[in-house]
């Protein structure tokens, strides 16, 4: 086994498709994934058409724009989502966004969002906003609906993301004795599980049940593969 190569398969991997936890509390960007709850709707308010519902999965970049004493605010950008609904239609959405958190009495959150949303067939530059203020979720998870303020009687859109960082994993050398890999990574309160895949492209299984823990060996992984990727996923 080329140890050196399986570290930096490893380190790619976790570097690029693993999922959640961490925030960014400094000016330096954080990486955020949509999770379990978020959605699209693609709404026709004149049409006979039944409304449009789609999970919406994606990632995007939250940076610290400003903050005093009452408020924060963050800068959304790198949005990219998808959403695949059981009409068979195919929605992309990309652009950028403000989000603010805070307040004098009560903690209330707004966000501000400037997209464009692609179903295949056309191209809709949306702008949307919240309606409902309420926190719902501790940080630094972010969970809220906006509304397409500027949609059509034709089309409107509604978007519910719920958010967490992506986290940072870490790995010590793998043991050449046992052959086993030891993970760990910001748990942060958060639900994990950790996948695994004979190679980058998968498939991939997952090796654990879904835990609250912050760590993983995997016991004599290497004695049976001759290389592992991983990724671990927050819920």
């Known amino acids: ?6 570290i930096l398969q490893m380190m790619l991997l976790t570097g690029v498709v693993a999922a959640t936890s961490a925030v960014a509390q400094s000016t ?11 959605q699209l709707v693609d709404d026709c308010p004149i049409c006979d058409r039944p409304t449009i519902l789609a999970p919406l999965t994606g990632t995007f970049t939250l940076s610290l724009l400003d903050q005093n004493p009452l408020y924060t605010r963050y800068q959304l950008t790198n949005i990219s989502f ?23 009495v ?7 969002l400037d997209v464009a949303i692609d179903n295949g067939f056309t191209t809709t530059k949306a702008q949307c906003v919240n309606a409902n203020r309420a926190l719902s979720q501790t940080w630094p998870k972010i969970e809220i ?13 509604y978007l519910t993301l719920v958010a967490v960082p992506v986290p940072k994993v ?3 050398p793998p043991d050449p004795h ?8 910001d748990g942060n309160g958060g639900s994990f599980q950790v996948e695994r895949a004979p190679s980058i492209g998968g498939p991939f299984t997952s090796v654990t049940p879904i835990t609250t823990n912050s760590s993983f060996t995997d016991v004599g992984v290497l004695t049976n593969y001759p290389q592992a990727f991983y990724r671990v996923r927050q819920f």
């Open 1 to 6: 086994m080329n140890w050196r190569k399986f």
């Open 28 to 38: 330096n960007a954080q990486m955020y994934a949509l999770v379990t709850g978020s």
């Open 82 to 104: 998808q959403a695949g609904a059981q009409t068979g239609t195919q929605y992309k959405v990309a652009g950028s966004g403000i989000y603010q958190i805070g307040g004098e």
């Open 106 to 112: 009560a903690i209330l959150q707004d966000l501000f």
């Open 145 to 157: 609906s906006v509304d397409q303020t500027n949609g059509t009687p034709g089309q409107v859109y």
């Open 170 to 172: 870490s790995s010590s």
């Open 178 to 185: 046992t052959g086993s890999v030891h993970l760990e990574w």
